[in-house]
């Protein structure tokens, strides 16, 4: 688990050893054990080390090729490595370390940009051959790393953030519009796009070529549902299992010490039950709480530690989240607003003082149908079926106004049904999933910046996923639309980040791509069934987890915001968010800011979530677009 960076010098003079010090300084704490870096005429390439995998300087980066001619960077782990080296020692190829970088070369130097088909993990890398003069760059399938991108008139760089590319001498800092709109939307910006004009996501399952004449960027993998199995639901439940169990064992393979998050849900307790199968010594698991009884799930990850017998840490988020904010939200060098972040960062914190290696829950829920919202989804679709479209286009609009007069939960609640059941199951899937209403942003938004905008629309994003999904029912369309957007573009940059700002690796066996492969052959009665989310991973773990804890309501990692800017949040928010500087006041309305901050205060309306993401936002561009600062504090 890394940081990496670097440039290329075909078309521009980026000032050598100088600019790749000031790029990987950037992201120290992605890599505080080592560093590393390489420059030609050509190309530069750096590196910061978190030592997990052969902890002695033979697993230092930039890494080279025994005749030099290959050099790599790499962040990551590749689960598989140890087969895929066995495979290669078979061919006569020896090796000078026990790292999993030293397979990622020496594979390259056998099979070229086919090496990806072959590699299992999460990982960002960038590779320079210095025979074929070009830089390839790839990401893993499901974008577990993150890779960015800098490209303008023939000036490119990268990084694992963006404030290495930021580190740069001159990089224009111009702000995207249409990513303006996506973060109020979604909470985050959607790939390819970031929230500068001139830098770029690399897709996950992309890789990129670069040389003298250009770049390319190409797709070497996506996820399939258009082949359901016929298998039965026990032999799919076997299967699932025995899956699950080595993806989870490979997982566990350190040369650090390894540990756990545990919220108490289905995901994280199926995980350290399979952990605790395979470890010869008690699993160290780790929990954040909360005051709030209402979002606190500790008393449940408790059972679960108790159960299996774990090395049991525990943290309650008490009043102080705001004395320890802007420092959590700086390391989110875009616009970021999951309010999870932070009791993500929280649980970070917590297990780096027990472990270096965590793993984790995530993916279930995306694979397996385990949202809230997939239950909401389908109570709307058998709604939208008995009424014909002409009575839901022309009427539901109507009584939609009219909801929205009714004060209160209720009328706000029956406004986004009826808005939502106007529309297709794609675009409602998005309408009831915002956390911005149209009328919210029009009613924000300054009429120039609307002008600019003209007729962009953040649903777009979900639609074209929607649409390129090759699943044979709508629940298929849905989940594939929630793995390459809000999985990718949210919850896996959450992790990243407030893992990487407290310098732990997680890994989450539930996202390896064969798991993924399997459920998106099962049928969608096998992941949802009669209102019962996750139906057969909750088969798979009903052995190893109590039934009240199996099957009872979902919690998410919630945050009480409405009463943190009501009370913990609300002399470090009011500054920003009623005022005249720049950042927001740049997109909205001054005034209509003033009155969602009134109404919450006074409890006429909960705008817990917009001023959030407002606050979010406000606090990013305060540190990224304003100064040319880019390292933590």
């Known amino acids: 688990m890394c940081g990496i960076a670097g440039f290329s010098l075909f078309n521009f003079n980026e000032g050598g050893e100088t600019s790749l010090e000031a790029m990987h300084k950037a992201i120290h704490h992605r890599g505080p054990d080592a560093s ?16 997990i995998l052969d902890l002695s300087e033979a697993g230092n980066q930039p890494m080279y090729s025994k005749d030099g001619d290959l050099v790599i960077v790499f962040n990551g782990e590749i689960y598989n490595f140890l087969e895929l080296r066995a495979e290669l020692e078979n061919d006569g190829v020896t090796f000078k370390s026990h790292t999993d970088t030293e397979v990622i070369l020496e594979l390259y130097a056998r099979e070229g940009t086919k090496c990806l088909d072959k590699l299992n993990g999460m990982f960002a ?8 003069q070009e830089l390839f760059i790839a990401r893993d399938r499901l974008g577990k790393k993150p890779l960015y991108y800098f490209n303008d008139n023939g000036r490119f760089a990268f990084g694992s953030e963006i404030k290495a590319i930021l580190a ?27 929230i500068f004009k001139h830098i770029h996501k690399l897709p996950p399952a992309h890789y990129l070529i670069l040389n003298k004449d250009g770049f390319s960027i190409h797709e070497y993998w996506d996820l399939s549902f258009k082949n359901t199995t016929s298998a039965s639901e026990d032999a799919n439940k076997a299967q699932l299992k025995t899956l699950l169990e080595k993806v989870t064992k490979q997982r566990m393979i350190s040369d650090v010490p390894l540990g756990a998050f545990l919220s108490g849900g289905v995901d994280s307790s199926g995980v350290v039950a399979m952990m605790a199968q395979a470890s010869e010594t008690p699993v160290k698991t780790c929990t954040i709480g909360f005051d709030d009884k209402a979002f606190n799930e500790a008393d449940f990850a408790r059972e679960i530690a108790e159960k299996y017998e774990t090395e049991h840490h525990e943290f309650t988020v008490h009043q102080n989240v705001s004395d320890r904010l802007e420092h959590i939200v700086s390391f989110f060098d875009e616009p970021f607003a999951d309010p999870s972040l932070v009791p993500t960062f929280f649980v970070s914190e917590l297990a780096r003082k027990a472990v270096t290696v965590a793993l984790a829950g995530d993916g279930g829920d995306e694979m397996f149908a385990g949202y809230e919202k997939y239950s909401i989804d389908d109570v709307e679709n058998k709604l939208r079926s008995k009424f014909p479209e002409a009575v839901r286009k022309s009427v539901f609009p109507h009584l939609a106004k009219l909801a929205g007069k009714v004060p209160g939960t209720v009328g706000k609640k029956a406004k986004s049904l009826l808005t939502s059941l106007s529309h297709e199951p794609a675009m409602g899937f998005y309408i009831t999933n ?3 209403t149209d009328e919210m942003w029009q009613s924000l938004v300054k ?15 979900t639609l074209d996923m929607y649409n390129k999904a090759d699943g044979p029912d709508h629940l298929s369309k849905i989940l594939y639309t929630d793995i390459k957007t809000y999985m990718t573009g949210d919850i896996l940059v959450k992790v990243d980040r407030m893992s990487m700002a407290n310098s732990l690796e997680v890994r989450a066996p539930i996202l390896d791509y064969q798991v993924a492969e399997f459920a998106a052959t099962l049928p969608s009665s096998q992941k949802y069934r009669d209102g019962e989310k996750k139906y057969l991973l909750k088969e798979v773990f009903k052995p190893f987890i109590p039934d009240s804890l199996l099957y009872r309501k979902k919690m998410g990692f919630s945050t009480p915001l409405d009463e943190w800017f009501r009370g913990e949040l609300k002399a470090l928010s009011e500054s920003r968010l009623v005022g005249t500087q720049r950042g927001l006041n740049d997109v909205f ?9 009134e109404e919450h205060q006074t409890r006429k309306a909960d705008h817990g979530i917009v001023l959030w993401s407002m606050l979010m936002y406000q606090m990013w561009f305060e540190r990224y677009a304003l100064t040319q600062e880019v390292t933590q504090q």
Do not use: T
């Open 125 to 132: 890398f960038a590779l320079w051959d210095k025979n074929k």
């Open 168 to 194: 740069l001498e001159n990089i224009p800092r111009e702000i995207r519009l249409d990513a303006v709109y996506d973060f109020f939307a979604y909470q985050y910006v959607p790939d390819p796009k970031s």
């Open 434 to 436: 915002s956390m911005m």
């Open 589 to 597: 309305d001054s005034g209509v800011i003033k009155k969602l901050w």
């Open 447 to 461: 009429p120039e910046v609307a002008q600019q905008l003209a007729d962009y629309h953040p649903s777009q994003y």
């Open 36 to 51: 590393g870096m390489y420059i030609d005429e050509h190309i530069g390439l750096c590196h910061r080390r978190l030592s």
